[in-house]
C-alpha cells in the first residue's frame, strides 16, 4: 500500500487476518504443550519414529519495550522435508527469490522495468559471484527441464532437419533451408574468432558469402561437400582438443543431412568451450573486482526494494544475545562477531522452514549441498561407532581401521539418495545388512564363524534408529561437526586443526565441509559486512535505558 493512502481492509482480508490469528493461537498452544511434553520426556534417548514436531514460532523483533532475550531452544529438533529438485538457479524466472520482492501480495511496489533493470543485475551479480567463489565454474549445456520441454524440442529439431532432407531430395532441389543453415554456421564460425584472427574472419566472410552461395545455386553448381569440408577444417583450427575426435568423425560421414547436423551440435559445444576459455582468462581479474562489484550490484538492488534485508535481519536476530550478556561489559565486545558466527554456522544445519538470507541467496546451492554433505556424514560415522561397539569383540584389533574404511565407502554410496529423514525409513535396513555383510566377509576371511543372529538383529535395529534425527550418537556426532566449523570461523582453535573425537574416519568428509563452508562464510563477510554489522547493533546488541 502506498504511502499517505487510508483504506479500509475488505471484509476478506479482515476474515483472512482473523482465521490466521486463530491460527497462530493453536500453535503457540501446541508448541507449549510439545515442550512441556519433551522436558517430562528428556530421559528418553529418541522420540517416538515418523512423528514431526511443530515448527518454532519465530522469534519477537526487539522493541524499545521488549528487550531482546535469546530465543527458546528446542529440545528437539524439527525434522526437515526438502523439496526434491528445487530451482536453485539465481536467475529471474528460474526459482530465483527475489529479495525484498513477496509473492503473497505485500511489498510489491516495483514496476516491471525495475524489476526487469534488478533482475539483470542480479543475474551479472550470480555469474560473477560463481566466478570468484567457485575455481572450478564453467558453463554447460542447459538440459531441457522436463519432458514436454525435451519432446518439443525435439519435434523442432527435428523438423528442420526433415524439411532440408525434402528440399534437397526433390528435382530440382531448393535450396531455401540450406542458406538458413550456411547463414547460422557462419555467424557461429565468426562468434569463435580471437580479435587476433582478422585474415581468417576475412577468409570466412568471402567464402561463406550469402549472394555467392545463391549464385551457385542459380548455377546448379552448388557442392554441399566442399563447403563441408572447409567448415570442418575451420572448425578443426578453433576446437578444443577434446572435440578433434568428433571431427574427425564427421569427416567420414558422407550423408549431407547428418554432417551438417553433426556440424551444428558440434559447434554449438565449441561455443561453450569458447566461453568457458573466456571465463578462465577473465577470471584473475574477476575475482580482484568481484567483492566491490557485488557490493554495488546489491546496493543498486536494495535502493529499488522498500526492504530488501526482511530475511537477513530475521536470520541475525535468531541469535541476539539476551539483554544479561548485553548489559555484562565482559561480553559486550564479543558479542557482535559471536551472533554472526552463530547465524552462519545454522546454515549448515539450515531448516526450510525459514526463508534463506538475501546474502545468501547466490549461495543457495552451495547451502544445501553443504547441509547434505553433513547429515550424510553424520548419519555414516555414526553407523561405524555404534557397528563397532556391538562387533568389536570379533575384530582383530589391526583390522579395525581398514574394516571401518571398507564398511564407510560401502555406506557413503547408498545414502547418496538420502535428502530427508523420511528417506532414512528405506536406506537404512539396506545399510544395515550391508554392514552385516561386510563383517560376515571379513570373519570369513579369518576363518571364524558369522555373526550370531541375535547380534545381527539388535545390530540392525540399532543402525535403523539412526533415522531419527535425536538418535543420541547421530546427534553427537553432527554438534562435534557443527562445533569443529564453529571454532575455525571463529579463530578459536588453538594449536591447528584438530580432529574432534571419534571422527577421525570421516576426516576427509570433515575436511571438505571445513573448506567449503570457510571459503563461503569469509567471501560473504567481505561483501555483506557492513549490511551484517548495521542490522547487530540496531536488532540484536542495542541496550534498552531504564
Excluded at 493453536?26 to 515418523?50: D, L, M, Q, R
Excluded at 510489491?108 to 570468484?132: P, R, V
Excluded at 571364524?448 to 535395529?461: F, I, Q
Aim: hydrophobic share 35%.
Amino acid at each position: 500500500m502506498r504511502k499517505g493512502f487510508l483504506v479500509t481492509p475488505s471484509p476478506k482480508k479482515v476474515k483472512d487476518a482473523q482465521t490466521k490469528e486463530k491460527t497462530e493461537e493453536k500453535v503457540e498452544h501446541v508448541n507449549e504443550e510439545n515442550k512441556e511434553n519433551a522436558e517430562a520426556k528428556s530421559g528418553n534417548e529418541t522420540e517416538t519414529k515418523g512423528a514431526t514436531a511443530l515448527p518454532a514460532t519465530s522469534p519477537v523483533k526487539p522493541t524499545p519495550g521488549n528487550p531482546t532475550t535469546s530465543p527458546p531452544k528446542p529440545t528437539k529438533k524439527r525434522r526437515r522435508t526438502r523439496s526434491r529438485n528445487p530451482s536453485l538457479s539465481p536467475s529471474p524466472g528460474r526459482g530465483f527469490v527475489v529479495p525484498g520482492f513477496m509473492s503473497n501480495g505485500t511489498n510489491t511496489q516495483m514496476s516491471t522495468a525495475e524489476l526487469m533493470d534488478a533482475s539483470k543485475g542480479i543475474t551479472n551479480m550470480a555469474l560473477a559471484h560463481e566466478i570468484a567463489v567457485d575455481k572450478d565454474f564453467e558453463l554447460t549445456k542447459i538440459a531441457p527441464e522436463n519432458g514436454v520441454e525435451s519432446a518439443v524440442k525435439e519435434i523442432m529439431q527435428r523438423a528442420f532437419w526433415d524439411v532440408l532432407k525434402e528440399e534437397l531430395e526433390v528435382d530440382p532441389p531448393i535450396f531455401n533451408q540450406a542458406l538458413v543453415l550456411f547463414s547460422e554456421i557462419k555467424s557461429m564460425l565468426l562468434s569463435l574468432l580471437l580479435p587476433q584472427h582478422g585474415k581468417l574472419k576475412e577468409k570466412i566472410d568471402e567464402i561463406l558469402d550469402a549472394d555467392l552461395i545463391q549464385q551457385q545455386i542459380d548455377a546448379g553448381t552448388l557442392e554441399f561437400e566442399k563447403y563441408a569440408g572447409y567448415i570442418l577444417g575451420i572448425m578443426g583450427m578453433l576446437c578444443a582438443p577434446v572435440r578433434d575426435e568428433k571431427i574427425n568423425e564427421l569427416k567420414t560421414l558422407k550423408q549431407v543431412v547428418p554432417l551438417f547436423r553433426g556440424i551444428m551440435e558440434t559447434l554449438e559445444l565449441m561455443k561453450i568451450d569458447m566461453a568457458n576459455f573466456t571465463i578462465q582468462q577473465a577470471r584473475p581479474l574477476i575475482v580482484s573486482k568481484s567483492v566491490e562489484y557485488e557490493k554495488l550490484k546489491f546496493k543498486e538492488f536494495l535502493d529499488t526494494v522498500e526492504d530488501g534485508l526482511v530475511n537477513t535481519r530475521e536470520w541475525l536476530v535468531r541469535h541476539a544475545p539476551s539483554q544479561e550478556e548485553i548489559e555484562d561489559p565482559k561480553y559486550k565486545k564479543l558479542l557482535g562477531a559471536r551472533v554472526l558466527n552463530e547465524a552462519f554456522v545454522e546454515i549448515l544445519e539450515w531448516d526450510d522452514y525459514y526463508q534463506l538470507p538475501e546474502t545468501l541467496t547466490m549461495d543457495a546451492k552451495r547451502i544445501i549441498v553443504l547441509r547434505d554433505q553433513v547429515e550424510r556424514t553424520s548419519v555414516s560415522t555414526a553407523v561405524i561407532l555404534l557397528t563397532f561397539s556391538s562387533i568389536n569383540s570379533y575384530i582383530v584389533p589391526q583390522d579395525n581401521q581398514k574394516l571401518k574404511e571398507k564398511i564407510k565407502q560401502e555406506i557413503d554410496i547408498l545414502l547418496q539418495d538420502f535428502y530427508e529423514d523420511a528417506d532414512l525409513l528405506r536406506i537404512l535396513p539396506g545399510v544395515g545388512l550391508q554392514v552385516v555383510k561386510n563383517v560376515n566377509e571379513y570373519l570369513d576371511t579369518k576363518n571364524k564363524a558369522k555373526l550370531p543372529e541375535d547380534v545381527v538383529k539388535s545390530l540392525c535395529e540399532q543402525v535403523e534408529s539412526l533415522e531419527d534425527p535425536n538418535q543420541r550418537i547421530r546427534d553427537l556426532v553432527q554438534r562435534r561437526i557443527i562445533d569443529f566449523n564453529k571454532q575455525i570461523i571463529s579463530g578459536t582453535m588453538k594449536g591447528g586443526m584438530q580432529i574432534p573425537p571419534g571422527l577421525t574416519l570421516c576426516q576427509k568428509d570433515l575436511g571438505q565441509i571445513a573448506s567449503q563452508f570457510v571459503r563461503l562464510v569469509n567471501y560473504n563477510k567481505q561483501v555483506f559486512g557492513e549490511h551484517y554489522a548495521d542490522i547487530i547493533n540496531n536488532h540484536c546488541l542495542f541496550r534498552v535505558e531504564a
